[in-house]
């Protein structure tokens, strides 16, 4: 059976662990959390990046940091992971679901305005497959009505948004703060783990104070106050240095990494090109405004009767492939406060997409068995 993933080891992952447990510190915030951070600080031109345990935690981090209050209303896309949602439902928001563009997962910045109240209070876009969504025309809607831009960029490392004039800025550099994950299903991993980014400066030291579970202590440690305590609320942010040894490893490898999954995405949309359209099936689109950091490969169907279909045949030939997320707006939790309209293109791509295997570990003989695979089948 070809999985459905794999997580890549680079090689060094254990050693830098060892090397994290030999020196004697593991909590948090010590050599492998900065070194990480300030990887990421340099290599992306982020003001400052903070790890998590998770992207999950990174969104509740901006969440408390913006201080969202019970009633507020957010802003999101109804296909994305609950953790967009939860993290601002945990402090009592209001979930306002905009619909997703027609031709990708991406929420349709044209649908935006329209659900905007004298309660809302943050924008959340998410970049579905790491392909940005319209962020020009989001933070000027955040500017125009005062609100927070949180981009969720979960599975958006190393891709870029290339606005209308051509200048290219990183994804997770934009809203006011930002959240990435780095769970074993993406492309840069640490099993479970996460990452907080703050673009607007004000944020910096309340930040660090959350993260540090409500107090100064990071400032005390840099000698910036001679005692420290507890100055705000926060929780348990940090991972431990074992979690940023084995981070710091992936790191090392990233262009590696991102090459040979944009390789695998090339060959997989050259080769289907052909069964596609004979079999109505489209393949992913990456616009102009966006680079491709070949997070996902996905087909979307045309009916949710031709993927279950493709699934199962896939699956008799030993290869696992997947949908994605079910629309949070009509999911058990949410779909009793859900009084909005309906949300057609998040519907069509809960039913009609699928996700066929993309990691590094994926052999070109793999490949081309998943393609022949599919190749014989008929829709
Ligand atoms: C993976 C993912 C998350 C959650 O990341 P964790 O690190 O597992 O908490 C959130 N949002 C999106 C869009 C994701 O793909």
């Known amino acids: 059976m070809i999985p459905f993933n794999k997580p890549h080891l680079t090689g060094k992952e254990t050693h830098y662990i060892y ?4 020196t004697g510190k593991l909590s948090g915030n010590g050599k492998y959390t900065k070194l990480c951070q300030t990887f990421f600080e340099n290599k992306f031109g982020f003001k400052k990046c903070l790890l998590t345990t998770s992207c999950t935690d990174a969104l509740e981090m901006a969440a408390i940091l913006i201080d969202i209050q019970k009633g507020d209303e957010v802003i999101m896309p109804s296909y994305t992971f609950v953790s967009t949602a939860n993290a601002f439902v945990l402090r009592g928001a209001k979930i306002v679901f905009a619909d997703s563009k027609k031709d990708h997962p991406n929420i349709d910045e044209n649908k935006i305005e329209s659900l905007i109240t004298d309660k809302t209070k943050a924008i959340v876009p998410v970049h579905y497959a790491g392909v940005a969504c319209n962020m020009d025309k989001i933070m000027a809607i955040a500017n125009k009505y005062n609100l927070f831009v949180i981009e969720d960029a979960a599975q958006a490392i190393d ?3 290339i606005n209308s004039k051509g200048e290219k800025k990183v994804l997770g550099s934009i809203g006011h703060l930002s959240a990435f994950s780095f769970h074993e299903t993406k492309n840069i991993i640490s099993g479970e783990g996460g990452m907080l980014v703050i673009n607007d400066e004000s944020y910096l030291d309340r930040a660090e104070i959350i993260w540090e579970k409500g107090t100064n202590r990071s400032a ?7 005692k420290y305590g507890w100055v705000d609320v926060g929780s ?11 981070l710091y490893a ?3 490898h990233l ?4 090459n040979r999954r944009k390789h695998i995405w090339k060959i997989y949309k050259t080769e289907l090109e052909e069964w596609s359209k004979q079999n109505k099936v489209k393949l992913p689109v990456v616009p102009k405004s966006s680079t491709n950091n070949a997070h996902m490969f996905y087909l979307v169907c045309n009916s949710l009767n ?7 045949s896939l699956k008799e030939q030993n290869v696992l492939s997947v949908f994605h997320y079910l629309s ?3 999911s058990p939790f949410y779909a009793k406060h859900y009084q909005g309209d309906e949300l057609i293109n998040c519907d069509l791509f809960a039913n009609q997409l699928v996700r066929l295997p993309l990691y590094y570990d994926l052999t070109d003989e793999q490949l081309n068995t998943i393609i022949e695979s599919i190749k014989q089948i008929t829709l």
Do not use: C, N, T
């Open 255 to 258: 262009d590696d990494i991102q």
């Open 250 to 252: 992936q790191l090392e």
């Open 19 to 22: 090397d994290a447990v030999k």
């Open 328 to 330: 949070l707006h009509k």
């Open 236 to 246: 348990s942010f940090l991972p431990s240095e074992i979690i940023s040894a084995f």
């Open 306 to 312: 031709d993927r279950s279909k493709l699934i199962k």
């Open 220 to 226: 005390f440690f840099r000698g910036d106050v001679d």
């Open 159 to 161: 891709s870029y948004y």
